[in-house]
């Protein structure tokens, strides 16, 4: 027999930008009655999150701090015939201690996972299994939406986890190695060296078609760190995904074909980095937005959410054209030049490009001196993103 479970706020998808607002709710509002649905067994999925210090607003970093596994003080880059050190701090998350803080945070019966969900409206959830949730309000955390009107280019990845046999050397994260064969795009690995013999390593493409390889990217990984000289005595997790990287396209219709009137947050609700597809900083600000406002309403939750992901929208167009003149402008086995003359610019400038918040001079340093793409190419570009989507603006 089918049951009807009341609550304040119902969160659908207990991904990162759900954990977070779960975690966010019990800590401003303890007395609202929160429910997280979630289709696995586990808050977080199988994933590692990893931000700059600048990315997260000083005054935000009460959500994030207990979440933190793995910190270092600096990060270095790497393309041919440059290296470079960062002194910015850098941050990991393991999915596990998302799952193990929600857990803790939330009592046993305000946490539904393993339910499938068969419809979502603004106060409403019906699970497949019949029985409904009915909230004050509900937001949709699910994951990226339909993204047919969107123009776009695909970041893609394959990591593992790594216990070496011996010490891998590494002091620093190694963010970008683009100094690997360029293959299927702007290619580099990513190296977090979580203890002195525990490394997770991750084959890493900016390419224009979604599909992926795992099995290649894992005897690349192989190859990488054959070559490096770290011997490894076994895989302790592997991870996979595939994200949009927007060029252009219709703001408002991706909204809307994620479900009318319902409120969403994360990916879902667009709210992620139009060149990096980076989440965590939307997903923290988001999260903060929704305990700190006292709204439960959903048609209020839906018109405040909208207006958050709109605004970011608009203010991210700069991004979204940095995007397009980086799959247009440039042939992908050149890419890497983009990114490598980016990292020779101020370290400043490259914090805020990070966190989303580049000034005017920032953005006016980016596009001066000499173009590491065929400037015609980057015109032609610039002008087919600029028709893309009236609401991109």
Request: proline letters at 4%.
């Amino acid at each position: 027999m089918s049951a009807t479970i009341h609550c304040d706020i119902a969160i659908v998808g207990g991904g990162l930008a759900g954990g977070l607002i779960a975690l966010a709710l019990r800590r401003k509002r303890p007395a609202c009655n929160v429910l997280l649905i979630e289709g696995s067994q586990r808050v977080g999925g199988n994933h590692l999150w990893s931000f700059f210090a600048s990315d997260v607003a000083a005054e935000h970093r009460w959500l994030v701090a207990p979440l933190v596994c793995h910190g270092w003080t600096r990060y270095a880059v790497a393309f041919p015939g440059q290296h470079r050190t960062l002194k910015t701090s850098y941050y990991s998350i393991e999915s596990s201690r998302l799952d193990q803080l929600v857990r803790a945070a939330l009592p046993p019966e305000a946490l539904l996972l393993g339910r499938q969900v068969e419809a979502v409206t603004s106060t409403h959830v019906t699970l497949a299994d019949g029985d409904q949730v009915i909230a004050k309000g509900v937001i949709d955390c699910r994951g990226t939406g339909a993204l047919d009107g969107f123009a776009l280019g695909w970041q893609k990845f394959h990591g593992r986890e790594l216990e070496l046999e011996i010490d891998h050397g590494l002091d620093a994260p190694l963010v970008m190695d683009a100094t690997v064969e360029q293959i299927d795009g702007f290619r580099f690995v990513y190296c977090l060296p979580f203890t002195p013999s525990r490394m997770f390593v991750e084959d890493t493409y900016y390419s224009d078609g979604p599909a992926l390889d795992t099995k290649a990217l894992g005897a690349r990984i192989d190859a990488y760190v054959a070559a490096r000289g770290w011997k490894v005595r076994r895989v302790l997790r592997e991870e996979s995904g595939v994200l949009p990287v927007v060029i252009g396209g219709d703001f408002d219709a991706y909204w809307q074909a994620g479900g009318p009137g319902v409120a969403k947050a994360g990916m879902r609700a667009g709210l992620f980095h139009s060149l990096t597809s980076y989440s965590l900083p939307d997903a923290v600000r988001t999260a903060v937005l929704i305990a700190e406002s006292g709204v439960t309403d959903g048609d209020a939750l839906h018109a405040m959410l909208y207006r958050h992901a709109r605004t970011g929208w608009r203010k991210r167009r700069f991004y979204r054209m940095l995007t397009a003149m980086f799959f247009k402008a440039a042939e992908p086995e050149k890419r890497y030049r983009v990114i490598a003359r980016f990292y020779r610019l101020n370290e400043g400038l490259v914090r805020r490009f990070y966190a989303g918040q580049s000034t005017l001079r920032d953005r006016a340093r980016i596009l001066t001196g000499k173009p590491p793409v065929p400037v015609g190419r980057a015109i032609k570009a610039i002008w087919g993103q600029a028709t893309l989507g009236k609401t991109q603006r």
